[in-house]
């Protein structure tokens, strides 16, 4: 379909979603980039942020994904995902909940080794908190 974007993205462990959309925004390393048909091939990795899917008047689907790689060809847009959470299924109450969980974990470590695994998961909730506003 010329006027589609074929999208499809997926995760080290299983594809994610596959769809002919109207246009994808990426998060790529230097900024937001917009994909639309017949876009110019390029590759760029992505920082931690949301993925847009737009497609006919339907609702923009929303997906954070804490990084990766894009791939652009004329055809369209495939995205390696690290890891990928729909928008949708985060609640601001249960993710601040688990913020003040990670917090009081880093307080409480009793070594650096827990103290850095409780710092990257609370680094980690902190951006999905911040692409919920």
């Given at each position: 379909m010329a006027d589609k974007v074929?999208?499809?993205?997926?995760s080290p462990d299983r594809l994610l979603k596959t769809a002919d959309v109207d246009m994808v925004i990426v998060p790529g390393?230097?900024?937001?980039?917009g994909v639309l048909p017949g876009h110019a091939p390029l590759i760029s990795t992505?920082?931690?942020?949301?993925?847009?899917?737009?497609d006919e008047g339907n609702d923009v689907e929303q997906i954070f994904v804490r990084g990766g790689f894009a791939?652009?060809?004329?055809?369209?847009?495939?995205?390696?995902?690290?890891?990928?959470?729909?928008m949708a299924d985060l609640g601001r109450g249960q993710l601040e909940q688990e913020v003040s969980y990670a917090r009081e974990?880093?307080?409480?470590?009793?070594?650096?080794?827990?103290?850095?695994?409780?710092?990257?998961?609370?680094?980690?909730?902190?951006?999905l908190l911040d692409a919920l506003d």
């Open positions: 074929s999208f499809e993205m997926v390393m230097e900024g937001d980039f992505m920082r931690p942020g949301v993925v847009e899917i737009h791939e652009v060809t004329t055809e369209g847009v495939t995205i390696l995902a690290e890891e990928a959470i729909a974990d880093i307080d409480d470590a009793k070594t650096d080794e827990a103290r850095d695994r409780a710092q990257h998961k609370f680094d980690q909730l902190i951006q």
